[in-house]
C-alpha cells in the first residue's frame, strides 16, 4: 500500500494513535497482547532513519511461532528476519526506579520477523510506527536465568539462513547493552500509553541488519554463550 506520509507525514502522537487502533483490531478478533518489541536499537540504522530515539509496538500471542515450528511460506508481504535478545520481564518491570535487572525474570536468543505494508519496504517515521513497528512474527529460544542478562553486552550473534550464515553481529548493536532497552521500554509504554507487566516478553532490538526471509528453509539465530532459536519455512501450516 501507499504511505501515508506519501499525503500528510504522521507525527508521533498521530502515529501512535494509528498503532493503538490497529493493535485494538487484533485485540477484538481474539488476539491477546503478551508484549512489546522496540525498534531502530541501532545507532546505523537510526542515522539511516534520521531519529534520536526508539520506537515501541505491541507483539501478540497470533505472532509468537514455537521454537523449531514451521511458518507459512505465504505468510506476510515481504518479511525480513533479524536476530534479537528477547527479556521475560519480572515484578520489577512496573517500577520505573527499579534496576534493569530486577524487572527480568528469564533472557533468550529469539527471531523476529518484520514485514511492511508499505511498497518496497519504504517508510519514514511516522508511517512505521502507524504500523506497529513493522512487527509480524517472533520465535523465542530456551529461557536462561536472568542472572545472565548481566553479561550481555557484547556476545557474538550468528543469523543462518539454510544452515549458512548470512549475518553476524553482536548484542552491542542494540543500544550499546540490550539492557538497555529495558528503561527505554518502561519510559516509552509510561509515554504512549502501552502496557508492561510481569509475564510479558521484550524484544530488545535487531543484533544485525535484517535480511530476507527465505521461500523455503530453516532460519536460525545464535547468541555465544546464550543459546539457539529456529524456525523453518515451508508450505505447511503452523500446527
Do not use: C
Amino acid at each position: 500500500m501507499a504511505r501515508p506520509s506519501d499525503d500528510r507525514p504522521l507525527d508521533l502522537d498521530a502515529a501512535y494513535e494509528v498503532q493503538r487502533a490497529l493493535v485494538s483490531l487484533r485485540t477484538a478478533r481474539g488476539e491477546r497482547v503478551v508484549g512489546v518489541k522496540l525498534g531502530f536499537t541501532s545507532r546505523e540504522k537510526a542515522r539511516q532513519m534520521g531519529v534520536d530515539d526508539v520506537i515501541i509496538g505491541s507483539l501478540t500471542d497470533a505472532m509468537r511461532v514455537v521454537d523449531g515450528d514451521a511458518v507459512p511460506a505465504g505468510r506476510g508481504i515481504h518479511p525480513r528476519v533479524e536476530p534479537e535478545i528477547a527479556f521475560l520481564l519480572g515484578p520489577g518491570i512496573a517500577d520505573p526506579d527499579s534496576e534493569a535487572s530486577a524487572a527480568i525474570a528469564a533472557v533468550a536468543p529469539a527471531l523476529e520477523v518484520i514485514d511492511s505494508r508499505y511498497r518496497d519496504f519504504r517508510f519514514d517515521l511516522g508511517d512505521v510506527i502507524a504500523d506497529d513497528a513493522s512487527a509480524s512474527a517472533f520465535a523465542i529460544g530456551p529461557w536462561r536465568a536472568a542472572d545472565a542478562a548481566a553479561t550481555l553486552a557484547n556476545r557474538a550473534v550468528a543469523l543462518e539462513l539454510g544452515g549458512r550464515q548470512a549475518q553476524v553481529g553482536s548484542t552491542a548493536a542494540i543500544l550499546g547493552d540490550p539492557l538497555r532497552a529495558i528503561p527505554a521500554a518502561q519510559r516509552l509504554a509510561r509515554r504512549r500509553g502501552l502496557e508492561l507487566r510481569e509475564g510479558m516478553v521484550l524484544l530488545a532490538g535487531a543484533a544485525t541488519a535484517a535480511v530476507p526471509a527465505p521461500a523455503r528453509g530453516s532460519v536460525a539465530a545464535e547468541v555465544a554463550g546464550l543459546g539457539r532459536v529456529s524456525v523453518r519455512v515451508d508450505e505447511e501450516e503452523t500446527r
